[in-house]
């Protein structure tokens, strides 16, 4: 079952509320670029991309793009007032000193540890890891958004992941399509759980044990 428009934008929506005034953001490819369409006029935050941009705006419209303005990714971006270039040395030493206070990522695979497997798929075309490890070890806060289940309907959240490991222990946050489950120190807590869904279609879908919270939305 693939993901209807919908879908990704209710994941993303919901990603938005975990920003705050002030933050400065890295969102990773695929649902997490959507976010950014989510946050408040009132909450002022700077969008760091690892070329080498803070303050990455929204996206130009069609005829205005600027050659020489884009993601990480090669999208045309714009900027916002006080935005700042630099090398991409400079972008990944920001990540890497840990002043990014969230990253928003997309997985294959999260353990119930919170380890993230998200850059390859042995076997398939894969562009790099980008700054995917930097961003999964050094942010303050950790998000992944996903789908629940892969097409085949299996777990994407499980006990070990199989796939190769971007980091260990990273995650923070899952939202899927279907709940929202925190990674705390004592295993998976599920925190809300999507209208059309139970608790019980949560376990079902879901690879690994998790502690049901006491007030889930």
Not at 35 to 46: G, S
Not at 48 to 64: D, F, I, Q, S, Y
Not at 200 to 211: C, Q, W
């Amino acid at each position: 079952m693939g993901m209807g428009v919908s879908v990704r934008e209710a994941i993303a929506k919901r990603a938005a509320e975990e920003i705050k005034d002030g933050m400065i953001i890295n969102l990773g490819i695929g649902i997490p670029t959507l976010v950014a369409n989510y946050i408040p006029a009132d909450v002022n935050v700077m969008f760091h991309t690892e070329n080498g941009v803070l303050g990455m705006g929204p996206a130009p419209l069609k005829g205005e793009e600027d050659a020489n303005l884009c993601n990480a990714g090669g999208i045309p971006i714009t900027v916002v007032p006080g935005a700042s270039y630099f090398d991409s040395t400079l972008a990944f030493g920001i990540t890497r000193r840990g002043l990014l206070d969230i990253t928003i990522l997309g997985a294959f695979e999260v353990s119930e540890k919170g380890d993230l497997a998200n850059w390859i798929v042995p076997g398939k075309i894969v562009s790099g890891m980008g700054g995917a490890v930097d961003l999964a070890q050094k942010a303050k806060k950790v998000v992944v958004l996903m789908n629940h289940t892969d097409k085949h309907g299996n777990p994407k959240i499980v006990r070990e992941c199989t796939l190769p490991l971007t980091a260990e222990k990273c995650v923070d946050l899952i939202i899927t399509d279907m709940a929202v489950i925190e990674v705390t120190e004592q295993g998976l807590s599920l925190l809300e759980v999507e209208a059309s869904y139970t608790v019980e279609d949560v376990m079902k879908a879901t690879g690994a044990e998790f502690h049901v919270a006491d007030l889930v939305k």
